[in-house]
């Protein structure tokens, strides 16, 4: 069975600092990669995904992903980090179901918060 | 599109009442799965449809909890009684996935279900 870990679970930083959030996941087969994004009260918005092809990928909010497939990783990364990105991340890994769609198995989350 | 709908965004029930929560899902999308979240156990997947068919329910803990998706625009999660322990919030989620190939999870906002 599919699983993610982030070992990180609270991550400070200062702002324009840069970040790296870290997510090692366990999937059989190709992994099909997301970053989710939940701001307090607020739905998971999506980041980035990973499906094929490129494995550093270019996400919303100024976030890129690598994989690496022999580390089993897809760690976050923004280069710059702003006050408005304190929120809580989630790496997750899909399994693709037969009839289409993805049934994501998610990580623990790392809350970030971010220094003046 | 307005994203995927879910209401209400807040119940508070005594113990031992029925709770239903709704999700209208997006337009086109062909899987719906509804989540859970709490502190101790993160974001858990309760259950999922695929064409308005329930795939897997192995993640609903109890026969209390139950699931129907009567048209690919609607869908219900029900709790019969409902206990103290039910106290998290709930997420809808829908995507598209067409010839093997799944697209992301798209959230609604989430239902704070509180059970005192």
């Known amino acids: 069975a599919q699983s993610v870990t982030q070992p990180d679970i609270h991550i400070t930083v200062s702002e324009g600092a840069s970040l790296e959030l870290r997510c090692n996941y366990s999937y059989g087969a190709t992994p099909y990669l997301f970053w989710y994004v939940q701001s307090p009260g607020q739905g998971l918005q999506l980041l980035l995904k990973y499906f094929s092809g490129d494995t550093l990928v270019q996400g919303i909010k100024g976030f890129e992903a690598e994989f690496k497939r022999s580390q089993s990783s897809f760690n976050l990364r923004k280069p710059s980090v702003h006050w408005s990105d304190a929120a809580e991340y989630f790496c997750a890994v899909g399994h693709i179901l037969t009839g289409g769609g993805n049934k994501l198995t998610f990580g623990t989350g790392t809350q970030l918060k971010v220094e003046l | 599109d307005a994203g995927v709908i879910q209401s209400p965004r807040h119940e508070v029930t005594e113990m031992g009442q029925e709770v239903t929560l709704r999700c209208k899902p997006i337009?086109?999308?062909?899987?719906l799965f509804w989540y859970r979240q709490t502190m101790m156990r993160g974001l858990e997947l309760l259950i999922y449809?695929?064409?308005?068919?329930?795939?897997?329910d192995s993640g609903m803990p109890e026969d209390r909890f139950s699931a129907k998706m009567p048209n690919a625009s609607f869908s219900t999660l029900k709790i019969q009684p409902s206990e103290p322990r039910d106290s998290a919030v709930y997420f809808c989620a829908s995507s598209f996935g067409r010839g093997g190939k799944g697209g992301e999870a798209f959230f609604g906002q989430g239902t704070r279900l509180t059970v005192v």
């Open positions: 449809f695929n064409n308005n068919v329930p795939i897997d």
């Open positions: 337009s086109g999308h062909n899987s």
